[in-house]
């Protein structure tokens, strides 16, 4: 039996399908996305996961569902071994990152780890550190707490979701730094898994003080449970926390911002990266994400790609220095 002709434009067709490479596949995941969160339910790393999580969905960025998976441990260490270790090349999983994660890089506490070992994707905003008590709290604003710190530095216990030596610990030794409280090494902060933990203790009055974020913060300030005694940012913020001061504008000049982003695993084709570099900033400028920052407290910060990898090593750079400045690192 003789075949029939083939058609012009099935011709093409099969031509184009033979010339494609074996195993070529579309850039970025398919089906079901792990975002990791280094910490325990309720802190910042959970917060960015399963809100950016719920805005990827939203803008039809992804084809499936966003899973946020909580791996607490070493302040974000388990994490960051578990990805480097386990999960190379697997491009859907991304992992919340922040300050914090930088804090512990600059300070060598992820033995045998460094942040060449992953690719840094962007950031989807910043937080700003804040001091907060209990609404039972016998301190009433930033001048009482760090009059006492002034008498005695360990007379005034801090819980923060950052391992000791930790962002949430440096911000309040920078806060006392500047207010010339010492010996330094006596201030009291105890670390917890997550700053939902954290805020626990100190709603409970169990701690004195919280040290954490803005977006960690305000069910409890809505609640009245919590008590801002200062914002660490240049200016106040907008939205829900405009009403509380700054500690500059109280006579401490400290600062603390805190991004928060996403890093991927290693060995990731350059296709897959970008990728993730692109549809992270969809999810930063979307306005269902402009909504989240606004009801959270968070601020714009923009990175990505090339110029976020030399923001995360600049920072890592500038944070060793202030960690020896302190004496957390030798």
Not at 18 to 34: C, N
Request: with cysteine; aromatic share 8%; net charge negative.
């Amino acid at each position: 039996m003789k075949s029939l002709p083939m058609k012009p434009s099935a011709l093409c067709l099969a031509l184009s399908l033979a010339l494609l490479p074996l195993g070529v596949q579309a850039a970025g995941p398919s089906g079901k996305i792990d975002c990791i969160a280094p910490a325990n339910p309720g802190g910042g790393w959970d917060f960015t996961c399963r809100s950016v999580g719920q805005v990827l969905s939203e803008i039809g960025a992804i084809d499936g569902s966003v899973q946020t998976t909580n791996m607490p441990g070493a302040s974000g260490g388990v994490a960051f071994s578990h990805v480097v270790t386990k999960r190379a090349g697997q491009n859907d999983v991304i992992v919340s990152a922040s300050t914090s994660t930088t804090t512990r890089l600059a300070q060598h506490q992820f033995p045998g780890l460094n942040a060449d070992m992953v690719n840094w994707a962007g950031t989807v905003g910043a937080d700003y550190g804040v001091i907060a008590v209990s609404k039972d709290s016998p301190y009433q604003n930033l001048e009482s707490l760090l009059d006492a710190m002034e008498k005695n530095p360990a007379s005034v216990s801090f819980a923060g979701g950052s391992a000791s030596g930790g962002w949430d610990h440096l911000k309040v030794l920078m806060m006392a730094r500047a207010d010339h409280i010492q010996p330094l090494n006596k201030v009291k902060y105890l670390p917890f898994d997550g700053g939902g933990e954290a805020l626990t203790q100190v709603v409970g009055g169990h701690i004195d003080a919280f040290s954490g974020d803005a977006s960690e913060i305000l069910g409890f300030v809505e609640s009245g449970d919590l008590r801002v005694l200062a914002v660490l940012a240049d200016g106040r913020l907008p939205g829900a926390l405009s009403e509380f001061p700054t500690a500059k504008e109280q006579g401490v000049d400290v600062e603390g911002i805190n991004w928060r982003g996403f890093y991927l695993p290693p060995k990731l084709s350059d296709e897959d990266v970008a990728w993730w570099e692109e549809t992270l900033h969809k999810v930063y400028e979307s306005p269902e994400w402009k909504e989240v920052m606004s009801k959270n407290g968070l601020i714009p910060f923009d990175r990505s790609g090339k110029a976020f990898n030399a923001y995360v090593h600049q920072q890592i750079a500038d944070i060793e220095t202030i960690s020896r400045e302190v004496g957390l690192i030798q």
